[in-house]
């Protein structure tokens, strides 16, 4: 398991390629564009916010989007090169920021050469999971080309990988797709890099399945809490909080065991400005993350109420994914620094044990209480009409005693 600063982090996720401006494809051979110093800027509101963590997306070489890598070992020219990232891995170590990255190790691009040598036959076919003679697609797409998670040179690949970039600077792997790996691949790779590297934090993305058996069979530290995530945005909309306590109760099982990384948004999913259809009931959910235990994540841009609709259709996550100014500007960040600035003061609340009261549809008290006896409640009221919980707690409101 990972150290105890994982229960101290709180991420500020970024993706890099539409954060900077990069070009939709891969440039020509030989061209870098030096953009990774873009970030470098922004660390400062990082830390404003409270946050002391960054989550970057993909930053290796690939054909288009990130996510169809065709070479782990190098930055992506749209972003730079080594030395941009050894800059911005000082930027950060200068302000006690951790730095978590984005491994693509369930699928890669077309282009990625061991992958392209065994579709055009020139090499072994034991890099590619295959169905009869053709490759397994990632999702159906077509450029994007599963692994064999069996063989060992895709295992051995993958430590290498890991332990080249954490040797560099980073904390922490981010495993896409997690979902739709074998856990077994993960539980043979992840002992190996933890050997060089015992402090270092693994979190899958997991969007459904059960989330504590595949911890416990992977052998990862944590995985997304996509499950949370829909439950908070629903049950505003919908104005039923029996949703909200039933994830709840199944949160507080997972948080016994491990701790997920929670979130209200990331680069897969519309803004949370557009998600909570009440603009008065925004607040409620950002108090929800930053008061449930867990790993908390800020998606860039969400504390300046940033809006952003994904929509099902090529080019539909560019509205989620926008460019960044060259700094920050004085956008309005209070309620994130309010909230982070709570949970900073009871960083017990990381691995606290909440329960429920007063739960009706639109009414709910979330209880949290930690090891050492302490106790904070958040009370939440949809409603039209004061909820009273030892205290009023007035229409479309929040509040934590």
């Known amino acids: 398991m990972s150290d105890d600063w994982v229960g101290h982090v709180i991420w ?3 993706y890099p390629l539409g954060f900077t401006g990069a070009e939709p494809a891969a440039v020509a051979a030989g061209e870098v564009h ?3 110093g873009h970030l470098e800027a922004w660390l400062d509101h990082l830390i404003g916010l409270g946050c002391n963590g960054l989550a970057l997306g993909p930053v290796f070489a690939s054909g288009t989007h990130g996510y169809d890598t065709v070479d782990h070992l190098r930055i992506d020219p749209r972003l730079g090169d080594d030395g941009d990232f050894d800059a911005l891995v000082a930027a ?15 699928h890669t691009g077309r282009d990625f050469p061991p992958v392209r040598a065994a579709l055009d036959g020139t090499g072994p076919r034991e890099w590619v999971r295959w169905s009869r003679e053709y490759p397994y697609l990632f999702e ?3 450029r994007l080309i599963t692994l064999d998670h069996t063989s060992p040179p895709v295992r051995d690949f993958v430590v290498e990988v890991m332990c080249h970039w954490l040797e560099r600077g980073a904390d922490g792997w981010r495993l896409d797709a997690a979902y739709a790996v074998d856990p077994e691949f993960w539980a043979a790779v992840l002992p190996r890099v933890r050997e060089r590297f015992p402090h270092a934090w693994f979190v899958g993305e997991m969007i459904h399945g059960d989330y504590g058996d595949y911890v416990k069979r992977s052998g990862l530290d944590s995985v997304t809490q996509y499950e949370l995530w829909k439950a908070i945005w629903s049950s505003l909309n919908d104005r039923n909080l029996f949703e909200l306590a039933w994830a709840l109760d199944r949160h507080r099982a997972w948080t016994a065991g491990f701790l997920p990384l929670t979130f209200l948004g990331n680069h897969d999913v519309t803004r949370i400005a557009d998600k909570v259809t009440d603009s008065r009931h925004l607040g409620h959910a950002v108090a929800l993350l930053f008061f449930l235990p867990g790993v908390p994540s800020v998606y860039y841009g969400d504390e300046l109420g940033l809006h952003g609709v994904k929509e099902d259709r090529p080019g539909g996550d560019d509205a989620v994914r926008p460019p960044m100014p060259a700094t920050p500007g004085d956008g309005d960040t209070s309620l994130y620094q309010r909230l982070i600035g709570i949970r900073r003061r009871n960083p017990w609340l990381a691995d606290a044990r909440i329960s429920t009261e007063g739960l009706t ?11 050492a006896g302490q106790r904070l409640s958040l009370l939440l009221n949809l409603g039209d ?14 509040t934590i005693e």
Do not use: K
């Open 140 to 142: 159906g797409h077509d």
């Open 12 to 14: 500020w996720h970024v």
């Open 92 to 106: 950060c170590r200068q302000r006690g920021i951790r730095i978590l990255l984005d491994g693509v190790f369930n």
């Open 34 to 36: 030096h953009r990774l």
């Open 361 to 371: 549809n639109e009414t709910l008290a979330v209880i949290a209480e930690g090891r």
């Open 385 to 398: 009409e004061p909820f009273v919980h030892g205290r009023p707690v007035p229409p479309h409101s929040w």
